[in-house]
């Protein structure tokens, strides 16, 4: 019988990581994921690093990719997310493309249109969020990990506190929206706090 030996989780041990991504929401929340560590967390926006184009097929193959590139132009390491809404009625739309939805504006009042729009009469309002994390280091390596929260759409929008599809999205056993939902509230169950639960397991664990 051949056994197979489970490759080993490398731990973060560094004070530094660049958060790559210049959406602000996203920033904020995965800083205060990492705050009670204690790791200094600056965003590619703030350092003025372009944005690489999304050309990967997964939610974790657009993660790895934006946290390579960020990790090559800096010399640091850095821990990216790719997350998106999944609509099935929509046949999982839009999916990876769910912040192109919004145009190069970023107009999540006009993806969230697109999205009742396209839905029309149907009663299936089902979808979930799913979030991919990657942690990459200069030499190459990269840790992914990824969540998923379940819940339904509603309208009009709900709430100014989140973020991108936020206010039209209840999760499921709930009654507010992810927009309605103090950051705190929203962390506890997010398809991001649940991604970020298995990278922390992995590499930030002892």
């Given at each position: 019988?051949i056994?197979?030996?489970?490759?080993?989780?490398?731990?973060?041990?560094?004070?530094k990581?660049?958060?790559?991504?210049?959406?602000?929401?996203?920033?904020?929340?995965?800083?205060?994921?990492?705050k009670?560590?204690?790791?200094?967390?600056?965003?590619?926006?703030?350092?003025?690093?372009?944005?690489?184009?999304?050309?990967?097929?997964?939610?974790v193959?657009?993660?790895?990719?934006?946290?390579?590139?960020?990790?090559?132009?800096?010399?640091?390491?850095?821990?990216?997310?790719?997350?998106?809404?999944?609509?099935?009625?929509?046949?999982g739309?839009?999916?990876?493309?769910?912040?192109?939805?919004?145009?190069?504006?970023?107009?999540?009042?006009?993806?969230?249109?697109?999205?009742?729009?396209?839905?029309?009469?149907?009663?299936?309002?089902?979808?979930?969020?799913?979030?991919?994390?990657?942690?990459?280091?200069?030499?190459?390596?990269?840790?992914?990990?990824?969540?998923?929260?379940?819940?339904?759409?509603?309208?009009?929008?709900?709430?100014k506190?989140?973020?991108?599809?936020?206010?039209?999205?209840?999760?499921?056993?709930?009654?507010?929206?992810?927009?309605?939902?103090?950051?705190?509230?929203?962390?506890?169950?997010?398809?991001?706090?649940?991604?970020?639960?298995?990278?922390?397991?992995?590499?930030?664990?002892?």
């Amino acid at each position: 019988m051949i056994k197979f030996k489970m490759e080993k989780k490398r731990k973060f041990l560094e004070q530094k990581i660049i958060i790559a991504s210049h959406n602000q929401g996203k920033v904020r929340e995965i800083s205060a994921l990492l705050k009670p560590y204690g790791i200094e967390a600056i965003s590619a926006g703030d350092l003025g690093l372009h944005e690489p184009e999304e050309t990967g097929k997964t939610f974790v193959a657009n993660a790895e990719l934006k946290a390579r590139s960020a990790s090559e132009t800096t010399n640091q390491p850095s821990l990216s997310d790719d997350s998106g809404l999944v609509v099935p009625a929509l046949n999982g739309e839009p999916g990876i493309y769910s912040a192109r939805w919004g145009g190069k504006e970023k107009n999540f009042i006009l993806a969230m249109n697109m999205i009742e729009e396209r839905l029309g009469a149907n009663t299936n309002k089902s979808a979930y969020f799913v979030a991919a994390l990657a942690l990459c280091w200069p030499d190459g390596h990269c840790e992914t990990f990824e969540g998923r929260v379940e819940g339904n759409l509603v309208w009009p929008p709900r709430g100014k506190l989140g973020f991108g599809y936020d206010p039209m999205f209840v999760p499921s056993g709930g009654e507010k929206t992810f927009g309605e939902m103090e950051p705190a509230a929203k962390h506890a169950i997010s398809h991001r706090a649940k991604a970020f639960a298995k990278l922390e397991k992995a590499c930030f664990g002892n």
